[in-house]
């Protein structure tokens, strides 16, 4: 008899483990949600919420209609026409079938936008990811009762034991940002293109990797246009063609907003050097971080000796100094620095290159033959200068709906460098390229690639 008991024990171990795998499987492959009953945000997921009390939208001539969407002007800027930006943003945030996709890019407030509208937009609204996470938190439910009813058959020895059904959780965990799972470049690419419905399913995503990558993404998740993926994480992009198939199994998004905030050259990069020499807890650490891709856009080189002159160059804190090893990658300090210094002007141009890029999405997909669905898409570009003003406005639309606080940057005190960029002329003569690429945003033109 006790024999029997324990086989039973076990066989329904392996039986609830293969449930929960299962429901997690199908939770993330198939549409948890019938979104013809769901198409609105009246229905509440968490407790205390009250989505019916959501501001209208502005009727300001036509701004606010999403029949144009993608169609008509489809680049916003924030400094420009603060109420169509917001209108716009708040139109595709209030529409189940449309999703905001964030560029998150470093040192131009991606942590702390994407740590409000992340928990907000995704727990808040209707997404297939969201419906995903309660199923997750459900699955993880019942295998804690199942695993209750062995413990209890086992202790008892009692196999004509009748368990209770199994009960369904009437609360929820809110989604939160993990920022690692959402970072960086080619090794976060490598995890994006193997599972793209890992990512592309959230109401709101925040992607921590470089301009073409992000738009890579844009047409991964969205516009499912002709791509083939080559080995190492890269894509390389073809005309479109008209019977490329839509691969989209878990989300239905048929309209996307792309939004990008981007940050002056100088103060960026002042940044930049104060958080690679400051803000890493220590030497090893900046070491894991440069081998594991976290500073991929900035092409250090990932040798031992290399990175040990980056940690070398972080103490001596001068543009103008000059290491005495004589086994140098970097001729100088300046040759460090200045790898900051192209990081930012190409980071400029990145926002002209992501934004033509969904120019070109749309114009495809506006050349579908009638009956097609089609999917479009609008970018909304913001200056840091105006990240406080813009989450000022959209709360205001929201009022009943509080944006999370969200998580600032760290600021720790410059223990090893307070570096003082405009005291180099010549390192401020490398910013030409990229000052001319913002002072082109702050009028609203976009810079053209260069062949």
């Not at 026409?81 to 917001?86: L, M």
């Not at 490598?190 to 925040?206: E, Q, R, V």
């Not at 205001?396 to 005190?413: M, V």
Request: hydrophobic content about 35%; overall charge positive; some cysteine.
């Amino acid at each position: 008899m006790k024999h029997k008991v324990l086989a039973f024990a076990i066989l329904a171990i392996i039986l609830s483990s293969f449930y929960v795998q299962l429901m997690l499987h199908q939770s993330l492959k198939t549409r948890q949600v019938d979104y013809v009953n769901e198409g609105s945000v009246e229905t509440p997921i968490f407790a205390g919420e009250f989505p019916h009390q959501l501001l209208p939208s502005n009727d300001n001539g036509g701004t606010t209609r999403a029949d144009d969407w993608g169609r008509n002007s489809t680049i916003h800027f924030f400094h420009l026409n603060k109420q169509t930006f917001v209108d716009r943003l708040q139109l595709c945030i209030l529409d189940p079938e449309c999703q905001v996709m964030y560029h998150h890019v470093q040192k131009a407030s991606g942590t702390y936008i994407g740590s409000r509208l992340f928990p907000w937009m995704n727990n808040r609204f209707p997404n297939a990811m969201r419906d995903a996470w309660k199923q997750h938190q459900q699955a993880e439910y019942e295998q804690q009762q199942l695993l209750e009813q062995i413990d209890y058959m086992l202790q008892n020895k009692d196999i004509s034991f009748e368990p209770p059904p199994l009960k369904i959780l009437t609360e929820f965990k809110p989604m939160t940002l993990d920022p690692s799972q959402w970072c960086c470049y080619k090794p976060f690419m490598n995890k994006f293109l193997s599972k793209p419905d890992n990512y592309c399913g959230y109401k709101f995503s925040t992607w921590e990797v470089n301009p073409k990558q992000m738009a890579e993404i844009a047409n991964i998740c969205h516009f499912q246009q002709n791509i083939s993926v080559k080995k190492e994480g890269q894509t390389k992009f073809r005309k479109p063609k008209m019977n490329v198939v839509d691969t989209r199994k878990a989300h239905r998004f048929t309209r996307a907003a792309i939004m990008v905030s981007y940050r002056e050259p100088v103060g960026r990069t002042t940044s930049l050097v104060h958080q690679l020499c400051n803000e890493i807890n220590g030497a090893n650490l900046l070491r894991w971080q440069i081998n594991n891709g976290n500073w991929n856009s900035l092409n250090f080189t990932k040798t031992p000796t290399a990175i040990q002159e980056v940690i070398d160059a972080c103490r001596r804190c001068n543009y103008t100094a000059q290491s005495q090893n004589t086994s140098r990658t970097y001729k100088n300090d300046a040759d460090i620095w200045d790898h900051l210094v192209r990081d930012s002007n190409k980071i400029l141009s990145g926002v002209s290159y992501l934004a033509r890029s969904i120019q070109q999405g749309n114009h495809y997909e506006l050349g579908k033959k009638e009956g097609v669905e089609l999917k479009l898409a609008e970018t909304f570009i913001l200056d840091t200068r105006d990240v406080s003003e813009f989450f000022k406005d959209l709360q205001a639309r929201f009022r009943y709906l509080t944006i999370p606080e969200g998580d600032e940057n760290s600021k720790r005190p410059y223990r090893v460098c307070h570096f003082n960029t405009t005291s180099y002329p010549v390192m401020m003569a490398g910013f030409f390229e990229g000052q001319q690429s913002y002072m082109n945003l702050t009028r609203g033109f976009l810079t053209r690639s260069r062949r």
